[in-house]
T-cell receptor, first 115, second 113 residues
Framework: DQQVKQNSPSLSVQEGRISILNCDYTNSMFDYFLWYKKYPAEGPTFLISISSIKDKNEDGRFTVFLNKSAKHLSLHIVPSQPGDSAVYFCAASARSSSNTGKLIFGQGTTLQVKP | ETGVTQTPRHLVMGMTNKKSLKCEQHLGHNAMYWYKQSAKKPLELMFVYNFKEQTENNSVPSRFSPECPNSSHLFLHLHTLQPEDSALYLC????????????FGDGTRLSIL
């Protein structure tokens, strides 16, 4: 049973336009959410996070939106650049569990930004 | 440079071999993690260490044996592995186990013959 789902395996966007990556979760206990980017032959790189007390967090070109009622979060990249082409993972954790820091990851979405 | 270094980057071993994966973090973090990523599957947590104490074992078979001698070093000892254990093994660290991002190394690509 997958608790974090990224239903779009891939996304293609033109350079300069907005990229929107989506993630859904099922566990209402999740209260901390993260997005990671991964290039081939490298480990995931942390991009941005959001706590459940917020509904938006922004860092430069990256904005994460959290809709708790819908159990949905999204990552917006504006403007998209060719260097953003990578696999993007969303992840979630529940602070109220055993506090082990266990992250549950989605399957990933491959973003291609075309010049 | 992520601050988390994993060695070796690639490892090929037979099912009867014993080998160890090493992870070192230079970020001053207190928590370290082992994850496994099999083909076409999400990253899956294996173990968590917080201040050198193991706080999570995600039902990992005993042929995987972690060791955390201090907050900067984490090992994964491997013995009698199976072909289905072939995967990318990722190490991560974080300042604390809650509400802090985990920072990953580049992983060890393990192939079991």
């Amino acid at each position: 049973d997958q608790q974090v789902k990224q239903n779009s395996p891939s996304l293609s966007v033109q350079e300069g336009r907005i990229s929107i990556l989506n993630c859904d979760y099922t566990n209402s206990m999740f209260d901390y959410f993260l997005w990671y980017k991964k290039y081939p032959a490298e480990g995931p790189t942390f991009l941005i996070s959001i706590s459940s007390i917020k509904d938006k967090n922004e860092d430069g070109r990256f904005t994460v939106f959290l809709n708790k009622s819908a159990k949905h979060l999204s990552l917006h990249i504006v403007p998209s650049q060719p260097g953003d082409s990578a696999v993007y993972f969303c992840a979630a954790s529940a602070r109220s569990s055993s506090n082990t820091g266990k992250l549950i990851f989605g399957q990933g979405t491959t973003l291609q930004v075309k010049p | 440079e992520t601050g988390v270094t994993q060695t070796p980057r690639h490892l090929v071993m037979g099912m009867t071999n014993k080998k160890s994966l090493k992870c070192e973090q230079h970020l001053g973090h207190n928590a370290m993690y082992w994850y496994k990523q099999s083909a076409k599957k999400p990253l899956e947590l294996m173990f968590v260490y917080n201040f050198k104490e193991q706080t999570e074992n995600n039902s990992v078979p005993s042929r995987f044996s972690p060791e955390c001698p201090n907050s900067s070093h984490l090992f994964l000892h491997l013995h009698t592995l199976q072909p289905e254990d072939s995967a990318l093994y990722l190490c991560a660290s974080s300042q604390e186990t809650t509400d802090r991002p985990q920072h990953f190394g580049d992983g060890t690509r393990l192939s079991i013959l």
